[in-house]
């Protein structure tokens, strides 16, 4: 008797490894979660609070400021023009050190990009 093996989508394997990352992945008042999504043409960034629930700052590329430097721009340089902005935002809002949460995507291409523009934009992971 054959096995029959369940196919997972893409989408079921990035949601269950996000459920993974964020049952160990946790953010407070002094070292705030870095939140990551990842849509086909955009990146967008949050700092949260989890203990009080709030979010602090946000960023995407599509906000106003960036938009109009994104031209000519690839979707990775891109997202580490927008992970330098949050970063810089964030530094503003008082928060220097933070626990990345690459939200069950895999650590590579855009997310990391936009992870290092975070770091060169001054924050602390």
């Not at 609070?49 to 891109?78: Q, Y």
Request: charged fraction near 35%.
């Amino acid at each position: 008797m054959s096995q029959t093996r369940k196919v997972k989508t893409r989408e079921q394997r990035r949601d269950r490894r996000h459920r993974r990352v964020r049952g160990k992945v946790n953010g407070t008042a002094e070292r705030p979660r870095l939140v990551v999504h990842r849509s086909l043409n955009n990146v967008e960034g949050q700092v949260v609070d989890d203990v009080s629930g709030r979010t602090l700052v946000g960023l995407s590329t599509l906000d106003a400021d960036l938009r109009g430097k994104r031209e000519g721009m690839s979707k990775t340089e891109a997202s580490h023009a927008a992970g330098k902005a949050l970063a810089e935002k964030a530094r503003e809002a008082g928060v220097t050190h933070v626990v990345f949460d690459r939200g069950g995507y895999l650590y590579h291409g855009r997310v990391k990009a936009f992870a290092e523009g975070a770091r060169e934009g001054g924050l602390e992971f």
